[in-house]
T-cell receptor, first 116, second 110 residues
Framework: DAGVIQSPRHEVTEMGQEVTLRCKPI?????LFWYRQTMMRGLELLIY????????DSGMPEDRFSAKMPNASFSTLKIQPSEPRDSAVYFC??????????????FGAGSRLTVL | GNSVTQMEGPVTLSEEAFLTINCTYT??????LFWYVQYPGEGLQLLLK?????DKGSNKGFEATYRKETTSFHLEKGSVQVSDSAVYFC?????????FGKGTRLHILP
């Protein structure tokens, strides 16, 4: 199993540009999570999906952020327009779903975004 | 709502020292508890877990016991190594979401 795959690993862009981060969860996992990690705020949950349906997007900072999961094997996190304060490492993670909290979350390696 | 509080870092220890990183939680119901570790430049990975009260999770010499009476899940290791230098996250799983603490950075000096 290749694990959770994220792309790009690094992205440097200018303020105002659109950024799209991509994630392929582990096959068979039906819950997918997007997190953001910064030194100031630590690890923040942005949004999560169960069976491709967004369940809780209360962590999405503002309307500039959007996330989609068109099928069980692909999700995107889009920032438009990007701002310097969006600079962070963005992690995607997946697990088997349902109400059991014992299922283990598997993280991707992260996408480091720098907005100049 | 559910929450996790862990000791702030950084924690700096000499090799072979005893390690404790404190973690307490607030939760309704009967959550599962986890410790995740993040090495530089990598994503978080599961270190150990416990799914019910009095369970002890263990891995790579690390241990943590699920204490319902004190709502705690402290991480311990008897003799740390330089390779244990990383950021450690306590986490709580209930319903669908996993909630993480802010992380504790650990530095081990040779």
């Amino acid at each position: 199993d290749a694990g959770v795959i994220q792309s790009p690993r690094h992205e440097v862009t200018e303020m105002g540009q659109e950024v799209t981060l991509r994630c392929k969860p582990i096959s068979g996992h039906n819950s997918l999570f997007w997190y953001r990690q910064t030194m100031m705020r630590g690890l923040e949950l942005l949004i999560y999906f169960n069976n491709n349906v967004p369940i809780d997007d209360s962590g999405m900072p503002e309307d500039r952020f959007s996330a989609k999961m068109p099928n069980a094997s692909f999700s995107t996190l889009k920032i438009q327009p990007s701002e310097p304060r969006d600079s962070a490492v963005y992690f995607c993670a997946s697990k088997t779903g349902g109400s059991s909290g014992a299922n283990v979350l598997t993280f991707g390696a992260g996408s480091r975004l720098t907005v100049l | 709502g559910n929450s996790v509080t862990q000791m702030e870092g950084p924690v700096t220890l000499s090799e072979e020292a005893f390690l404790t990183i404190n973690c307490t939680y607030t939760a309704t119901g009967y959550p599962s508890l986890f410790w995740y570790v993040q090495y530089p430049g990598e994503g978080l990975q599961l270190l150990l877990k416990a799914t019910k009260a009095d369970d002890k999770g263990s891995n790579k010499g690390f241990e943590a016991t699920y204490r319902k009476e004190t709502t705690s899940f402290h991480l311990e290791k008897g003799s740390v190594q330089v390779s244990d230098s990383a950021v450690y996250f306590c986490a709580l799983g209930g319903d669908d979401k996993i909630i993480f603490g802010k992380g504790t950075r650990l530095h081990i000096l040779p």
